[in-house]
Structures are given as structure tokens and as C-alpha cells.
């Protein structure tokens, strides 16, 4: 099973280059991000047979972090063009930057989703027990306190991005007063909840894909990537650094 969920995933994003290089944009491996997940978790009920309830219930909750997150996405970026990481990549290659995307963007994304998502597939394709448990439970509760994170943290700064008089201006409102990142705060949370539905099967080493979601949003292409520019384009960021979390919420510091 987890070979098919591997192909599946890999030819996804093999057709998104080609649609990438047809459209000369590279983002698109962006907005199908949270839908490969939905792709691989398709694949992994298609080819195995586990206990239904289960299955079906790590799919949906897969198809809905995965569906809002593309269109959050895609609604974003909307009119934007192509995300400057890959302008710059495609300026520094020159004719060599299709092969290049194919490898290190749209290859390693592909590779990254099929690791994360490996607490889904096992969740989806274990057998045993057939039956819900506490475990189940908590990584339902788990994955529902994640997704309020990350929904409400992005339309409060949708919010306080409307408003001409945040221009300038740092966002420290809502959830954002506890944490700098209440939505990739609650995209980590949501795995670590799938995570323990594959517990409940005792596919605990599956929680290399929580972990190294975890990473990617704090040392990779979220908290730190963004807080470079955040910094430069802010001018009140520092102060609102030294008396929030960066990532894990609490009160903010005082004094």
C-alpha cells in the first residue's frame, strides 16, 4: 500500500510540472500542496482494506485541512504571479531551471507529503483494532483544536489585513497576541492529532510525519522564512518578538 500511495503521489506532482512548465509558473506546486495529501489519502483507502470507521475518518479529516488549505492558498496568491522563491530560482538557473524545479521542488514536495501523511496512511489502512478508542478520540479532539487554530488565525489577519489603518502595522491581536504563528501552530496540532489515530493502531513510528511537518513550519519554509521579511517590513516586529511566543502559545511577556 504504502508503494501505490508513493506512485500516486509522485505522478501528481510529475503533472503539475508539466503544468507548471506550460504555465511558466512554479507556484502551482503551492496551491496543490494541501490536496496532495487528499491524493495520497484516496490512494491509501483505494489500496487497502482497513477498519472502515477509521478510514474514513482520517480521509476526511485529510480532505478538509488539505481542500481549505489550497484554496487559502490559491485565494491569497490570487493575481500575484509566480511566488518569488521561484523567480529567483528560475533567474539563477536559466534553461536548466525545468529539470531543476522537477528535482528539488516538485520531486522533494511530493517525497515530504508522502512522509508527513504517513500517520493517515496507516491509519487508514490498519485493520486492527476494529473498533474506536480513546486513542481516537484524543486525536479527533487533537486535530480539532489544531484546525481552530489555523483557521481562525488566518481570517483574524485576513481581517486585519483589510483594514487600511494596519498597513505598516504588526498583527497582534486574537491568537496572535499568544503566538506569532497561531496558524502554523495549529497545522502542526492537526498532524500530531492524525498521529494518534495511527497510535490507536500502533503505528507510533508514523510520528516521523508530525515531527518533520513540525520542523518544516518552524525551521524551514514557515517561521523562519517569514519572519526575514517580517522584520525588515515591520517596524514595531522586534517589539512584538520580545513579548510573544514564536510558535507554542502563552501570555504574552510583560515588562
Known sequence: MFTSTLIAVLALFFLLWVASLLLRDASIVDRFWGLSFLVIASAARTF?????????LALALTAVW???????????????GEDYRYRAMRRYWGAKFPLVSLVTVFGLQALLAWIVSLPTQAAISAQSPDHFTLLDAAGLLTWIVGFAFETLGDWQLRRFKSDPASKGRTMD?????????????GDAVQWWGLWLLAGSTG?????????LMTFLLVRVSGVSLLEVQLRKNKPDYEAYCSRTSAFLPRPPRTG
Do not use: E, K
Open 66 to 80: 488539505g481542500i481549505r488549505l489550497s484554496i487559502h492558498i490559491t485565494a491569497r496568491n490570487l493575481g500575484h
Open 48 to 56: 487497502s482494506d482497513g477498519f472502515d470507521g477509521r478510514a474514513c
Open 203 to 211: 503505528a507510533w513510528w508514523t510520528a516521523v510525519g508530525p515531527a
Open 173 to 185: 491581536r486574537g491568537l496572535w497576541r499568544y503566538t506569532r504563528h497561531p496558524n502554523y501552530f
